[in-house]
């Protein structure tokens, strides 16, 4: 009987895919967890203006120049959780508890 069972176990599709649901739920939890992690976000732009204003008033002694067509933008900035309500650690306990049962 003993015998039986054992053969039963590993025949048995769910029990296969048990180390596969085991390392989804690791692979998982991984994920859940790099939310606490900084993020760091860049981004630039360069954009020509076809049309730019000008001033046409003349000032004696001092010229006023338009500016350039060219723009050029870049920006860079990180962010951190600082709180978020026990909302990640729940996940991960609810990621586990699937997986148990």
Known sequence: MEDFYTLINKS???TKQHDLLTTQNELDVAVIKTKKLP???FSAQATYQ?????I??????STIEPP???QYKATASINQL????????ASIEGKSALLKA
């Open 39 to 41: 993020q760091l976000h």
């Open 56 to 61: 046409p008033i003349v000032i004696p002694g």
């Open 12 to 14: 048995y599709p769910l």
């Open 50 to 54: 076809s049309d730019v204003t000008s």
């Open 68 to 70: 350039n067509k060219d």
């Open 82 to 89: 600082i709180y978020d309500g026990g909302f990640i650690d």
